[in-house]
């Protein structure tokens, strides 16, 4: 237990202060049973080594962080762990890809159980691993999900600005005033293309020009690794269904034709259906439906688009515009909020506000309704009801 000690201390050496997402602040860190889920590569471990840094500094002993990929495992159980921990005096322990160990949840719960004067912080990469388990501890887990850098953290983290995030009623009320104290600090459109490409993920900072490699990598270890172990999803048809992401891609907003489909790439519909469920689970998708309520695992989605725009740009090969203005608005609304398809428009928000989203030539919208508004790419601040499209990003 020595080498995790001394890896831990390492690690958290090399740990950074400078940045940290507006998560931090959000969780209730005192709870006893903490999970975070969310895709790979949006910052997960940065986060939890960051409040142990924080929260323990003089006192590092009674912390520790371990990957539970770690060979240590290969020999010793999670409760062997816990065990001496907490005969050390340790009171906060951080576990870090979950998924990765055998009966994981069973073991954190009887952890929880046995070992109360223990705070336990886990995490998953894998959303799949993570809802298969949840059940096991959804009466003792308080759970957070984690997302991708959204415009207002990217911005943040360029700019070393401390800007606020807020609301969407403020947006639709005050859009011009709040547009225009934003960029009295900042010039939107000089950020946004490059966030759209590659801001999403935390680790562009590392990888600079070879961002969109490793995002295929991370596509690549879900379609070829988590969906087959843990959905059952035929290997085989991987490369279909990486076409399948590249139309998606380049298209403008893809309404699939699942019986097109399913003869385009050899499955019966009914597995394609599944399928399309498991790629909006493992946050490689979203699928869009004209209703939020009852939705099963074979309904046919309304409209397709890939989980975030930095994902068109790595599998797509012409990128349509509109679809990533569109991919971006959905993706930074559905975080906190409910999105829908209407009738006559692109998003519906709450079941209140109807969303059109364009470029800047966007028309306003013919009615006088008071919940209908336009959103609009390349302006930096709007008037009436046509409001930037970038503000959305300043909601997370």
Same mark, same amino acid.
């Given at each position: 237990?020595?080498?995790?000690?001394?890896?831990?201390?390492?690690?958290?050496?090399?740990?950074?202060?400078?940045?940290?997402?507006?998560?931090?602040?959000?969780?209730?860190?005192?709870?006893?049973?903490?999970?975070?889920?969310?895709?790979?590569?949006?910052?997960?471990?940065?986060?939890?080594?960051?409040?142990?840094?924080?929260?323990?500094?003089?006192?590092?002993?009674?912390?520790?962080?371990?990957?539970?990929?770690?060979?240590?495992?290969?020999?010793?159980?999670?409760?062997?762990?816990?065990?001496?921990?907490?005969?050390?005096?340790?009171?906060?322990?951080?576990?870090?890809?979950?998924?990765?160990?055998?009966?994981?949840?069973?073991?954190?719960?009887?952890?929880?159980?046995?070992?109360?004067? @223990?705070?336990?912080?886990? $995490? +998953?990469? &894998?959303?799949? =691993?993570?809802? *298969?388990?949840?059940?096991? !501890?959804?009466? #003792?887990? @308080?759970?957070?999900?984690? $997302? +991708?850098? &959204?415009?207002? =953290?990217?911005? *943040?983290?360029?700019?070393? !600005?401390?800007? #606020?995030?807020?609301?969407?009623?403020?947006?639709?009320?005050?859009?011009?005033?709040?547009?225009?104290?934003?960029?009295?600090?900042?010039?939107?459109?000089?950020?946004?293309?490059?966030?759209?490409?590659?801001?999403?993920?935390?680790?562009?900072?590392?990888?600079?020009?070879?961002?969109?490699?490793?995002?295929?990598?991370?596509?690549?270890?879900?379609?070829?690794?988590?969906?087959?172990?843990?959905?059952?999803?035929?290997?085989?048809?991987?490369?279909?269904?990486?076409?399948?992401?590249?139309?998606?891609?380049?298209?403008?907003?893809?309404?699939?034709?699942?019986?097109?489909?399913?003869?385009?790439?050899?499955?019966?519909?009914?597995?394609?259906?599944?399928?399309?469920?498991?790629?909006?689970?493992?946050?490689?998708?979203?699928?869009?439906?004209?209703?939020?309520?009852?939705?099963?695992?074979?309904?046919?989605?309304?409209?397709?688009?890939?989980?975030?725009?930095?994902?068109?740009?790595?599998?797509?090969?012409?990128?349509?515009?509109?679809?990533?203005?569109?991919?971006?608005?959905?993706?930074?609304?559905?975080?906190?909020?409910?999105?829908?398809?209407?009738?006559?428009?692109?998003?519906?928000?709450?079941?209140?506000?109807?969303?059109?989203?364009?470029?800047?030539?966007?028309?306003?919208?013919?009615?006088?309704?008071?919940?209908?508004?336009?959103?609009?790419?390349?302006?930096?601040?709007?008037?009436?009801?046509?409001?930037?499209?970038?503000?959305?990003?300043?909601?997370?």
């Amino acid at each position: 237990m020595q080498a995790l000690y001394e890896l831990y201390r390492k690690i958290l050496s090399k740990t950074d202060l400078g940045f940290q997402r507006s998560l931090m602040e959000e969780i209730q860190w005192k709870r006893p049973l903490i999970g975070i889920t969310g895709a790979r590569g949006v910052g997960k471990t940065t986060l939890i080594l960051q409040y142990l840094k924080k929260e323990f500094e003089g006192r590092e002993e009674q912390s520790l962080y371990v990957s539970l990929d770690h060979i240590w495992f290969a020999t010793n159980s999670l409760i062997d762990l816990a065990d001496q921990f907490s005969k050390q005096g340790g009171t906060h322990l951080a576990l870090d890809e979950v998924h990765k160990y055998p009966n994981w949840s069973r073991e954190i719960k009887n952890i929880h159980d046995f070992y109360p004067e @223990l705070n336990l912080i886990f $995490t +998953g990469s &894998s959303l799949l =691993e993570i809802r *298969n388990a949840s059940a096991d !501890l959804s009466r #003792r887990a @308080l759970i957070y999900q984690m $997302t +991708g850098l &959204s415009f207002r =953290e990217y911005i *943040n983290l360029e700019n070393g !600005l401390k800007i #606020r995030k807020i609301h969407l009623k403020e947006i639709f009320s005050d859009h011009t005033a709040l547009a225009t104290d934003f960029t009295s600090q900042f010039r939107p459109m000089q950020y946004f293309s490059k966030y759209l490409e590659m801001g999403y993920y935390p680790f562009y900072r590392d990888f600079g020009n070879l961002t969109a490699h490793q995002i295929r990598a991370v596509v690549n270890l879900i379609l070829e690794v988590e969906l087959p172990q843990l959905r059952k999803f035929d290997i085989a048809y991987v490369p279909k269904i990486k076409q399948l992401l590249s139309i998606i891609a380049d298209s403008v907003p893809f309404i699939p034709n699942v019986s097109k489909l399913s003869q385009k790439i050899g499955i019966n519909r009914t597995t394609l259906l599944t399928y399309l469920n498991y790629l909006h689970e493992s946050k490689l998708t979203t699928n869009l439906y004209s209703s939020s309520i009852g939705i099963s695992l074979l309904q046919k989605p309304e409209k397709l688009y890939l989980e975030n725009p930095n994902l068109a740009y790595a599998l797509g090969n012409k990128v349509d515009k509109g679809n990533l203005r569109e991919t971006f608005f959905l993706n930074q609304l559905a975080y906190e909020h409910t999105v829908t398809l209407p009738n006559d428009s692109d998003f519906t928000i709450n079941q209140t506000w109807t969303v059109e989203v364009g470029g800047k030539n966007k028309d306003l919208p013919d009615t006088d309704a008071a919940d209908y508004f336009v959103a609009a790419d390349e302006i930096e601040i709007g008037f009436g009801k046509k409001i930037p499209l970038w503000l959305f990003g300043f909601l997370y």
